[in-house]
Each structure stands twice: as C-alpha cells, then as structure tokens.
C-alpha cells in the first residue's frame, strides 16, 4: 500500500477486512492491496464486491473454511518427488473444496461476475477419482487400493496368522526353557526369550541378551523360515505402496499448474466476500460511480470511530465548486471530515463498502495526501520543511482529475508567512483544476475561500454553552478556532484567559470585527437551519408512520374480510353436506309420507346448476363412500388414490371419493410460509431414540414442504441404536426418495444424506 494513504489509516481497514477470510493468502492479498485508479478496474471491484454482499443479503452461506495453499506439494510432485499418503489427501481435500464451490456457483445466476472465478476452476476428476480409491481419510494406502497389494495383504495377514499359532503351540511344549511365556519381535521376527541353559537346544539365531543377562532372544531354525516369508511379503507390501504413491504423485505433477490457479481463483473470490461480509456488518454501501469530477456523501461516518460515538455527516463537492476549505475548532472534527471523505473514496476504488446512506463518487487519477507530522529526523527535516517538500511533490504531480488533501495548510513558522504561501499554493491549486479539500485556522485563508465563487467554505461545529465540539460539518460557515474557550476548561487561574482576550482585542482590526460579526450570524444561521430540517425530518417521520399504519390497517381489514369468507363459505358446506345425510338417513326409514313431503319440496325447489365434478389432487381432503371416512389423497395412479386415514392408507377408486371442502387455508401454503427458511440439518447427537424419531420426522415434513431436494440428519456414530432406529422410520416415510450414509466431508457414517421425492 502507498506510504501516504497510511495516513489516512487505510492500512487499519485493510487489516480488518482481511481478518474476514479463513485463507492466509487472501489475508496477505488484501493487506498489501494498491489502490488503483483505473475506471475499469474500480467497476470491476465494486461490482463484484456487490453482488457478493447481495448473496449474503440473500443468506447464501458460501465458506471458504478448509480452503488452504497446497502450492508447495504441487511443486513438490512437480519436481518427480513423492507425496505422502496424508500430503495426498491434503491435495484431494483441496480438489473436494473446489469441486464444492463450483457446484455451489453453478446454481447461481449466470450474469452475475464473480462466476468467473469458479467458472475458471479446472476440476480433474480422473485424477482424483484414482486418489480417492487408493487413499483412506486418514491418508493411509487402502488395502484393496490394487489387486496386488489385496493380495499382498492376504498372504501376510495368513502368515502371520500361521506364525502366532506356531508360536503359541512353541510356548506351549517349550514353556521349561522360555524365561517368560511371551512372543518377542526383533527386526519383525519372532524369537522367544529362552534361558542361558537351552540357547544352542533349538539352533537358529540369537538377537541379544535381557536386560539381566540370564536368557537369549533366540529364532528357532524352524521359525526362519516362515520368518522370512513373513518378511519378504512386509517388504513386498511396503514396494507396492511406494508404487502406488509413486503413482500418483506422478498424477498430481500432471495437473500441478491448473490446480495453482484454482487456488488463485478461490483466493481472490474470498478477498471479495471477505469484502462483502465487511459491508454486511457494519451495515455499509457501495457509492455509485459517476464521470463528473464531483462528490456526494450523504450520513458519511468515519468507519474506525466506535459506531455509538461517531457522528455523520453529509458532505459534496460540486461545481461551481472546485474544493473546500474547513476552518473550525481544534479538536472539532477537521481532520476526521477530511480524512472520511479521502478514506471512503479510496475504500470505494478497492470495493470496499462504505458507511453511508447513499453517495456518489466520480474516477479521479490519484489522491495526494498531507496530513499530520511528516518531521523526517533522517533527513534533517524541520515539521515545516518536510511539509513544504510534500505539498511541492503534490503540486508538481496533481492535475484537474486529482484529488488534494490538506491537513492545516502550512503550519510551523511565522503565521504572516504561513498565511501568504498558504494562498499562494491555493492559487496554483486553482490553475491546475485539482479538486481539493482543506483545513485551516488562518483567517486570510477563510477571507481568500468566503470571497471565491470555486471554494466552498465550511466548518466543524462548537457548542458556546458546554465548550465543546459538537463534530458537525457545516456548509457555508465560518468556524472560529475558539482556542481560548478551549484553553478556559483546563487553566485554573482564568486571569490567564482574560488577560489574553485583552490582547486578542487589542490586536484586532475592522476586518477581523467583520469577519466575527459574519462568522457569528452564519452560525445563526445555521442552526435555524438544522432546526427546521429536523422539525421537517420529524413531519415526515409521522407521515410515513401514518400511512405505514394505514396501509397496515387496510391490509389487516382485507385479510379478516377473506378469513371470513372463507369460513362461512366452508360452514356452508358442511351445513349442506350435514342436512344430505340427514336428508338420505330419513329416506331410507322408507316412511312414504315424509318421502312424499320431501318430494313435493324438491319439485318446488328451484333446479340446482349442475357442477362439474371437481378434479382431485394429492393433497385434497376426501371422503370415502363405501365407509364414510375422512382422509386426504396423498397418491394418484390411473383411476386410483392412495389415501391416507389416520396414519393408515388406503387405495379407493377416485370415482368413490368426494372432495371435502376446507375450513383453513391451504396447508401447503401454510407450511411455504411457515417454513420458509428451514435449515438443511438437524443434529440429534445425544437425544434419545423415542425424541429423535419425533424431531426428525417433524423436520423432515417442514423441509419437505419447503420444497428441499435433500437435507442431512446428524446422529453420531455410538453405538449404531440411534443411526439404525432414524433409518427404519425413514425407510417408511413415503416421501423419502432415497438416504444414504455423508461422505467424507460431510460426516461419514455420522450423518444420513436424506433425499426426497
């Protein structure tokens, strides 16, 4: 990062920014960022950072945790070197998290830019299909990862089978010359610890003494030989892993160059949502770009200042303005407007949002900085001439698509002098078309900006009454420095004050009385100002409320009005379906004359409008003719449902059935809203068989009927109960398409991956 912008303490965002991403190199890449000032480029930063902040708005989780750089491994195997079993399987889990992220992007829009980075990702997958056969997730070499070493692995596991059973049958009939009843291991053989008396009885070799020197370590001569094949097949079983991890270093160092830039690519996308979760917690914006040479910052705040204590401000620079002069109190706030317009600009051309309410920014070609102390010991530099040297640099470098930040224009010598350079360089300013954005305490320097239609004076408000800034940016003003309404609050003896408003008065000219008679009636102003747009801000404060209430009322009439309606429209229903049953249980009491009675009320009844019989659906409540038995039609095949009656189903024509009216809403409305953001896991590690079946049956049906294609369900592994009782049920849940154990990544045999029809 460019020294100068340390100054505006660019360097402290960037270090927070970067505190944001979980990859070392994405930290490193942010820290060390030069602000650029290319048009293009700056788009291309706000744009991504945008949409990026705009998927989490959206709550897309996209993690970046377990992404590391495995750049050293690939140079490793490029260099013909073998990789380890564990190196192996750190190059595969890295291959898994970009295969993951891909996977994830390839859902999203197409327009969107930042689907460049993954698109750009080169996947593989023959390669580390081979990995994954032939590595277990402990990095070890799988046993069946060849036939050969399957082979090789059978013939030792039954010669060392053979051996111990040989062993113990030794033991056994030799228990007299052994020392201890135990088999020993010396070089992987085995060899028996007999005593000093019978070491020459069974011949063989002797591979040392005991601690106490009273028996050998002795292989019997009809050991060696099963020994030796014992060996020969642990040597064989060790050249075949060699071979294999050989194998496929050898396959690493193929795609050891597309795999650098895939980590490149997950790099960088995690700088920019390292940027976007910035935004997103501090609650900040990305400005609009603009060709005009102009600035409109609206509720700016310093990003670095505790956001309880920080005041915003609106700031802009437009034409016929060409820049600002800020006079003021010390300690009033100059320095933090000027450095909160310089920093945001700067954060903005690196896509990193801002905290404001709205504000637009056009391209400038660079922002030159002077700002605090830039005494240089090493050079011999007074505060004076190390400042006059860097406002010469700016001067020689600045053009009309600059910016120029000035913290207290010259300062450190003869305040006569300072104010005569101080309009100088203001002049040259001028001629050069720079925008610029200055403070300072001279009044010459105040008079020069009040008199010149291209400077927008302004000032950092004092409250008189408690002698204290009040941090507000005041357009249009003239802020006195107040140093000795300051001074007052910390001397004890205030005949010090006095004596110096003495002097103070003594020295003062018609101008300077003008000037404060101007100063004062601006300040007067202003507030009268401030005061009638918060009156104006709370007006329009209860007239949102007033219609937000109304609207609310309105929308909570017409929705009661509809529950209503719908209800009496299903009580109707039922009352109707009520007198026909009634109506067919009096028929069928064969009494002729309330028959006849019935009849002569029907001919009199007006001819019912024929319906069409309604078409049934999953999901309607029916009723069954043949029982009268209220369910709800959960399949439908043919001229045949499936309908679900109490937890049991059963098939009935459709021709059988009657659609039964609803009293509610939908439920499968109900249940969208009601679960619309239903998780894609449940965790039910610890809870007992009888809860869990309970609580994942429930949550199933919520992240069925919000449409989910597959969700995980967490049990641990333990003693296998909990996993076996969760699988029956899902087993028997119609809506399951299909579950099966996690991979590696997502849990293993720890986790059911449960998918629905």
Known sequence: ????????????????????????????????????????????????????????????????????????????????????GPELKNVLVFHNHCERIVKQFSKFDESLSIRDYPDSVNLNQRVFEKIERCVDNSGAIKEDATDRLKTILSDLDRAEKDLYNRAHTFIDKHGDSLQEPSIFMRNDRITFLIKNSDKNKYQGYTYGTSSSGLAFYVEPASFIEANNRKVSLMQDREDEIERILRELSYLVASIAEEYKENFDSLMRLSVIFAKAEYGRRRNAILPELQEELSFDFESLCHPLIDEKKVVSNSYRLKAPYQGIVISGSNTGGKTVSLKAIGLSILMSYLGIPIIAENARIPFYRNVYVDI????????SLSTFSAHIQNINNILNQTDDHCLVLIDELISGTDPKEAQAISLAILDKLKEKGSSFIITTHFDDIKKYSYEDEKILLSSVGFNMETLSPTYKYLEDSIGASNALEIASRYFDDQSIIENARGYLQKNKSEHDELMDRLSKQIEETQIEKEKLQKEKAE?????????????????????????????????IEEVKLEALEKLE??????????????????????????EEKPVLKVGDNVRIAENEQIGVITQISKDKASVSVRGLTVKVKLSDLTLMPKIKKPQAKVIA?????????????????????????????????SRMSNVKVIHGIGTGILRKALRQRLAKLS????????DYYDGGSAVTIVEFK
């Open 539 to 571: 007006a329009e404060k209860q007239i949102k409320e007033f219609e937000e209430k109304n609207a609310a009322f309105d929308a909570e009439k017409e929705k009661l009005k509809k529950k209503y309606l719908d209800e009496l429209n299903a009580y």
């Open 735 to 742: 809506y399951v398409k299909t579950f099966k154990d996690g």
């Open 585 to 610: 249980s009096i028929k069928e009491t064969k009494n002729d004359q309330v028959i006849r009675e019935i009849e002569k009320l029907e001919e009199k009844a007006p001819e019912p409008e024929k």
């Open 372 to 379: 605090d102390d830039n005494q240089s010991i090493s050079d």
């Open 1 to 84: 990062m460019t020294e100068i912008y340390k100054n505006l303490d660019l360097d402290v965002i960037q270090e927070s920014v970067g505190k944001l991403t979980p990859i070392k190199e994405s930290r490193l890449f942010i820290m060390s960022e030069e602000v650029g000032f290319n048009p293009l480029q700056i788009r291309k930063n706000i744009k991504e950072t945008a949409e990026a902040m705009k998927l989490l708005k959206d709550n897309v989780n996209v993690s970046f945790d377990g992404i590391y750089n495995i750049n050293d491994l690939l140079i490793k195997a490029d260099k013909g070197m073998v990789l380890s």
């Open 673 to 705: 809203k009601k679960y619309s953001r239903v998780p894609s896991e449940i965790n039910l590690v610890g809870s007992r068989v009888e809860d869990a079946l309970v609580e994942m049956e429930e949550y199933l049906d919520k992240a069925n009927a």
